[in-house]
Nanobody, 124 residues
């Protein structure tokens, strides 16, 4: 399994930006589609974005489309989530995830490994 460690969370005002990073261990990172999920207090974990093994294909949740961008650097075994125009409803713990295959539609059932999560808080 790929081991994942997120960083970059924090407190930001509405309208601001944050970039989350996910460092992956192991030599199989480039063989996996990767994804970001989030979980707000009292809510179920939800899909945010996914990216194929090569970075050539991305899918976003409608709630973040146009504001967030997922990208990866396979040479550095790293995954990123650039979050712009943040809203209070984006407040959640954000999780980096490695899918089993090279492509993933972003279903939680596809996920093979999860990170520990990083807190993002957006103040109004």
């Amino acid at each position: 399994q790929v081991q994942l460690l997120e960083s970059g969370g924090g407190l930001v005002q509405a309208g601001g930006s944050l970039r989350l990073s996910c460092a992956a261990s192991g030599h199989t990172f480039s063989s996996h589609a990767m994804a970001w999920f989030r979980q707000a207090p009292g809510k179920e974990r939800e899909f945010v974005a996914t990216i194929s093994w090569s970075g050539g294909s991305t899918v976003y949740a409608s709630s973040v489309q146009g504001r967030f961008a997922i990208f990866r650097d396979n040479t550095e075994n790293s995954l990123f989530l650039q979050m712009n125009s943040l809203k209070p409803e984006d407040t959640a713990v954000y999780y980096c995830a490695a899918a089993r295959g090279k492509y993933s539609p972003g279903a939680a059932d596809d996920i093979d490994s999860w990170g520990q999560g990083t807190q993002v808080t957006v103040s109004s």
